[in-house]
């Protein structure tokens, strides 16, 4: 019985590594002076806006410690906000700031870790995206966020962000924040 136990294993084991190293993968190297690419520099000006209450809220706690009743270290927060135009709610939407953030210091009040994707809906970034990741102190007078990629036309981004309070209310939580975005970007590359 072992021995049969031994000898399956053993065959396993074997076809297993003949079909892993057979496996090939294909690879081209391009470099960007090949793919006739032109990098340009976009410059982006919108409104965030967070509404944390209400009826519809953007922003969402998914995740608190325990025995914890207020926003502080470890809060996780899910949200979806609408990108505007101007700083009025009621202004063109031109995307949605889609991702998470958490209060990530224990000394600091509201230090934040963000991972957010600025996905743009209107116009000629329409279906593209940018994303940007690294820590936000909101009591700061200018937040600056690192852009660490992006889709359709911002494939390959690199940039920053800067983010300054427009208008908060502190009986509601709600804000609207002013957005520079500064992208990296190549022009038409890959769009096949």
Known sequence: MALQIFCKLLLFLSLTFFITSQAHFAEERLTFNELKATQKLTKLHFYFHEIPNGNH????IIARP????????????????ALTEGPELASNIVGRAQGMYGESSQSESSSLIMSLTFAFTQGKFNGSSISVLGRYRVADNQRELPIVGGSGVFRFAQGYALAKTYQ?????????????????????????
């Open 168 to 192: 908060f209310d502190p009986k509601t939580g709600n804000a609207i924040s002013e957005y520079n975005v500064f992208v990296l970007h190549y022009d038409t590359l890959f769009m096949s």
């Open 57 to 60: 809220p953007t922003a969402v």
């Open 66 to 81: 325990p025995n914890q009743t207020t926003v502080g270290f470890g809060t996780l927060v899910m949200i979806d906000d």
